[in-house]
T-cell receptor
Framework: DAGVTQSPTHLIKTRGQQVTLRCSPK?????VSWYQQALGQGPQFIFQYYEEEERQRGNFPDRFSGHQFPNYSSELNVNALLLGDSALYLC??????????????FGDGTRLSIL | GNSVTQMEGPVTLSEEAFLTINCTYTATGYPSLFWYVQYPGEGLQLLLKATKADDKGSNKGFEATYRKETTSFHLEKGSVQVSDSAVYFC????????????FGSGTQLTVLP
């Protein structure tokens, strides 16, 4: 049973470029959340997708956008990259109906470096 | 808003020492509380959880008790091993908030042989 998988593992971009990160949730999970983890910090919630719609959003600008596909996989898009976007981007999946009982499962993340 | 405050690191211990990592939270209502662990180059792994007051979460020798009166969820282990070296994150969530996790800033633990 595969867990949460993310691709690519590492990515190097320059300022102003655009990037797309991908996530496949754990089997049986229907909800995907994205987090940004800057070096030495805890993860910060970006947004969550369920039934192909953004359900909740953290304090991130519109440059950060996402999508969820019918198979529950998800993409995170970041436009007009800034140096401050350099971070580890984590995807987490869960089953919505399990709410408080089951935790979110995290992937190993995509390390994004902006030059 | 909701927030989690963790004991600042880094923490360095000798093998078999006792570990405590403090975590306090600010939240309205009754959140669920978690400890996650992050090994170098990896994502987050759930270590333990507690969903209501006075619950004790435990796993791999680690324990934490949900204390509503002190809004705390301190992580403890009686005898640490070198393999416990990692970054530990305290976090909270609500079922009514689409289960968005709010994390503390993390505590780096290094265990020396």
């Amino acid at each position: 049973d595969a867990g949460v998988t993310q691709s690519p593992t590492h990515l190097i971009k320059t300022r102003g470029q655009q990037v797309t990160l991908r996530c496949s949730p754990k089997s049986g999970h229907d909800t995907v959340s994205w987090y940004q983890q800057a070096l030495g910090q805890g993860p910060q919630f970006i947004f969550q997708y369920y039934e192909e719609e953004e359900r909740q959003r953290g304090n991130f600008p519109d440059r950060f956008s996402g999508h969820q596909f019918p198979n529950y996989s998800s993409e995170l898009n970041v436009n007009a990259l800034l140096l401050g976007d350099s971070a580890l981007y984590l995807c987490a999946s869960s089953q919505r109906t399990e709410a408080r009982k089951q935790p979110q499962h995290f992937g190993d993340g995509t390390r994004l470096s902006i030059l | 808003g909701n927030s989690v405050t963790q004991m600042e690191g880094p923490v360095t211990l000798s093998e078999e020492a006792f570990l405590t990592i403090n975590c306090t939270y600010t939240a309205t209502g009754y959140p669920s509380l978690f400890w996650y662990v992050q090994y170098p180059g990896e994502g987050l792994q759930l270590l333990l959880k507690a969903t209501k007051a006075d619950d004790k979460g435990s796993n791999k020798g680690f324990e934490a008790t949900y204390r509503k009166e002190t809004t705390s969820f301190h992580l403890e282990k009686g005898s640490v091993q070198v393999s416990d070296s990692a970054v530990y994150f305290c976090a909270l969530t609500y079922s009514g908030s689409a289960r968005q996790l709010t994390f503390g800033s993390g505590t780096q633990l290094t265990v020396l042989p």
